[in-house]
């Protein structure tokens, strides 16, 4: 069982939507929590981090934490087709990080 | 800054063939992370290094695989004989001391054939 797990989608939302993305991990030792952003043929990079419980949010997006229920979302509100990529959600621990699957979005317009 | 940079960008090869993938990683970061990318098993940590040494190499598949860093400006990721199965994106993240962030390079796309 991998330690973070992410449904990989695909997700198909039209332009002005709602996208509800979610993961669960297994270690409860994780401490940071971050969603990155993956284009087509580009490296991930980082969209939003969260340390422990709470919410986080940074323009259209929300980055929620329970950590009781070791439970990561990322929310995007009045989505965008430029929003349209892979979105993975990962934990560090130790210096280590770990990636879910990603799920594939696409905004359509 | 120029960022990370791998190479070669991407990496045609025959089965048996060794396979050496390079990276630099952002200047003045002392945490560099080899990650491999598939479709079915999305993006996997192969090998941690921390100031040059390996910290966990747990997730190197197999003895065809290794990985050196021989100073804090380049690493190497070599799969000697390759396989088709190692078909995949090669990605190479370095991150500074105390940052949360890992900056991934664009990865080297390997096709073993």
């Known amino acids: 069982q991998k330690e973070v797990e992410q449904d990989p989608g695909p997700l198909s939302v039209p332009e002005g939507a709602i996208v509800s993305l979610n993961c669960t991990y297994s270690n409860s030792a994780f401490q940071y929590f971050m969603w990155y952003r993956q284009y087509s043929r580009k490296g991930p990079e980082l969209l939003m981090y969260t340390y422990s419980s709470g919410n986080k949010e940074d323009g259209r997006f929300t980055a929620q934490v329970d950590k009781s229920s070791k439970y990561i979302s990322l929310f995007i509100r009045d989505s965008q087709p430029s929003d349209s990529a892979t979105y993975l959600c990962a934990t560090s621990s130790w210096g280590k990080f770990q990636f879910g699957a990603g799920t594939q979005v696409v905004v359509t317009p | 800054d120029a960022g990370v940079i791998q190479s070669p960008r991407h990496e045609v090869t025959e089965m048996g063939q060794e396979v050496t993938l390079r990276c630099k990683p952002i200047?003045?970061?002392?945490?560099l992370f080899w990650y491999r990318q598939t479709m079915m098993r999305g993006l996997e940590l192969l090998i941690y290094f921390n100031n040059n040494v390996p910290i966990d190499d747990s997730g190197m598949p197999e003895d065809r695989f290794s990985a050196k860093m021989p100073n804090a400006s380049f690493s190497t990721l070599k799969i000697q004989p390759s396989e088709p199965r190692d078909s995949a994106v090669y990605f190479c993240a370095s991150r500074g001391t105390g940052d949360t962030e890992a900056f991934f390079g664009q990865g080297t796309r390997l096709t073993v054939v």
């Open positions: 200047s003045g970061h002392n945490s």
